[in-house]
């Protein structure tokens, strides 16, 4: 299955999210593989602490082999190239988890026919060699995202099962700025469906998840004073009520991650020590990411929204 994360904006936890999805699903036994699309801004190896690729890698990324500069783009196993500290010994029962990362010179680049070609070549040998394959897109209508759309409308990809996750954070611009990624003129739909998708189909196939979520009820912002609690529960109604309006309610969204200061301030793969020995991260964030990496191919969770 193809796993396509994609936002409007950048900062969106995007990335970090994503990669985690990735980490938990391998855990799980899966073999996955990490796509970094992002063409401006290839950095998602950081989250994996993959040193070799932070920033992209020397040569021979995914910006080559799109672009025809190289037969095959370059892998790293994650479990052996990783400098997490816990992540040194491979997890018994994991699956194969694989980064394709950027190139590290490597930029925005128009996509021309062959490019195309190369991009279905790759999808269609990585979605029969994974269980899971995420592909971390471009920020807003970018390059990265027309090609995932034009690809997996093609008659060559109709056996690859294709999901959209859209990321946005939990503020006003955040949940516009989503909206109009999905159902604007120039967005996923509208875009889908110029390139030969079926609406509804691709509609279904589109969710939402909100990212660095600031839960009111919960330590800390359960402790503040009375006034600003109050005030935040408000916001977080407000909130609730403009996603409704924009079609990001709710029913929309699969997920919700916790703002969590181990992802905000080190980006990294959360692990069960990290929540039950060191206690460094928070049981909310890693429930919500472990609910999510199930989701992804959960049918339940998708279908007509
Ligand atoms: N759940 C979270 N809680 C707190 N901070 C987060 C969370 N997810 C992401 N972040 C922060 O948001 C920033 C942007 O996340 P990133 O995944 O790089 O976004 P994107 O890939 O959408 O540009 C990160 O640098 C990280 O500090
Ligand atoms: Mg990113």
């Not at 090609?147 to 109709?158: I, K």
């Not at 069960?272 to 928070?282: G, H, Q």
């Amino acid at each position: 299955m193809l796993v396509f994360a994609a936002s409007d904006k950048g900062g969106t936890g995007r990335s970090v999210t994503s990669a985690n999805l990735a980490f938990r699903r391998a855990l799980g036994g899966d073999d996955v593989a990490y796509l970094d699309f992002d063409f401006g801004s290839p950095t998602a190896a950081a989250v994996f602490d993959v040193p070799k690729a932070t920033g992209g890698i020397e040569q021979g990324g995914l910006h080559s082999y799109l672009q025809g500069k190289a037969t095959e783009p370059s892998r790293l196993d994650v479990w052996a190239e990783t400098e997490h500290q816990l992540l040194r010994d491979r997890p018994a029962n994991s699956g194969n988890l694989v980064l394709l990362p950027g190139d590290r010179s490597g930029g925005e680049f128009a996509v021309a026919k062959d490019t195309v070609n190369r991009c279905i070549d790759l999808f269609l040998r990585l979605n029969s060699e994974f269980e899971v394959v995420i592909v971390d897109l471009s920020a807003g209508r970018s390059y990265a995202m027309d090609m995932a759309l034009d690809v997996t409308a093609r008659p060559e990809m109709r056996g690859v099962q294709a999901r959209w996750l859209v990321y946005h954070r939990w503020t006003r611009q955040h949940v516009i700025a989503a909206s109009g990624l999905v159902f604007g003129q120039r967005g996923i739909l509208a875009g889908g469906v110029a390139r030969g998708h079926d609406k509804e189909e691709l509609r279904s196939a589109i969710r939402f998840v909100r990212a660095a979520v600031p839960d009111p009820e919960a330590p800390p912002w359960s402790l503040v004073p009375a006034a600003q609690s109050s005030w935040m529960r408000k916001c977080d109604q407000d909130l609730d009520r403009l996603a409704a309006d924009r079609d990001v309610g709710f029913s929309a969204a699969i997920g919700s991650v916790p703002l969590e200061p181990v992802l905000q301030w080190r980006e990294q793969l959360i692990t069960d020590e990290d929540v039950l020995s060191s206690r460094i991260a928070n049981l909310e964030t890693l429930t919500a990411l472990q609910d999510l990496a199930d989701k992804l191919t959960d049918d339940e969770a998708w279908g007509p929204v």
